[in-house]
């Protein structure tokens, strides 16, 4: 079975700090997609960060960038010079390439602190 | 672009009345649609996938019966919660993927139903 770890329940970091959240899968399979979501206190989900397996670079969006090891099966995402506004819960998403469907982690709840 | 909405965001029913949660994908065309639920300070559960025109595939452990998903046209896709109980209670969010987009699904904003 395809699963997705967050083994943080919660951080917390200083603003314009960085803080790296840590995300694991298990799949057999070698195409698939990783993806990390945010959800503020609004509940609306958000689009973070994608990385496609096939693709060695690691993504980099802004202030949010992913380590991404294959062999290892581990995605974290380094959030650097953190904002107030990036409080939020933040979820580990993977999607095998034959499907659309998304498998996601527990979550791990983000608090920003002045 | 890829701007999905959700109706109505928030119900309140009577335990045993059907409730109709709406979800439109605004500015584009989605293939698939999905229905998560999602408790409190807990992770999303895929309930069902639905494709335009056909019956949606549910997850298991999800009443078929219960839930009923209608994907009428690429653009819309509706969950009826049928004879809704207390238990039912929950944060219902939609999204919708297109073939173009990696596998990535555009959310709705969720609606919150309260069945007393």
């Known amino acids: 079975a395809q699963t997705v770890t967050q083994s943080q329940p919660e951080m917390s970091v200083q603003e314009a700090e960085t803080v790296t959240l840590s995300c694991t899968y298990d799949?057999?399979?070698?195409?698939?997609?990783l993806f990390w979501y945010k959800q503020p206190p609004s509940r609306q989900m958000i689009l973070v960060i994608r990385?496609?397996?096939?693709?060695?670079q690691n993504a980099t969006e802004n202030r949010f960038s992913v380590n991404f090891q294959k062999a290892a099966k581990s995605f974290s995402l380094k959030i650097s010079d953190s904002q107030l506004g990036d409080t939020a819960m933040y979820f580990c998403?993977?999607?095998?390439?034959?499907?659309?469907?998304?498998?996601f982690g527990t979550g791990t709840r983000l608090q920003v602190f002045p | 672009g890829a701007v999905v909405s959700q109706h109505p965001s928030r119900v309140i029913c009577k335990s045993g009345t059907s409730v109709k949660i709406e979800c439109r994908s605004l500015?584009?065309?989605?293939?698939?649609m999905f229905w998560y639920r999602q408790f409190p300070k807990k992770s999303l559960m895929l309930m069902a996938t639905?494709?335009?025109?056909?019956?949606?595939?549910?997850e298991q452990g999800v009443e078929k019966d219960k839930f009923l998903i209608n994907h009428a046209s690429l653009t819309l896709s509706t969950l009826t919660v049928t004879s809704a109980h207390p238990e039912d209670s929950s944060f219902y969010i939609c999204?919708?993927?297109?073939?173009?987009?990696?596998?990535?699904?555009?959310f709705g904003p969720g609606t919150r139903l309260t069945v007393l």
């Open positions: 799949t057999s399979e070698n195409n698939y997609y």
């Open positions: 998403a993977f999607s095998p390439d034959n499907t659309d469907k998304l498998i």
């Open positions: 639905s494709n335009e025109g056909s019956k949606a595939t549910y």
């Open positions: 990385q496609e397996a096939y693709k060695q």
């Open positions: 500015d584009f065309q989605a293939t698939t």
């Open positions: 999204s919708a993927s297109r073939t173009s987009d990696y596998n990535e699904q555009f």
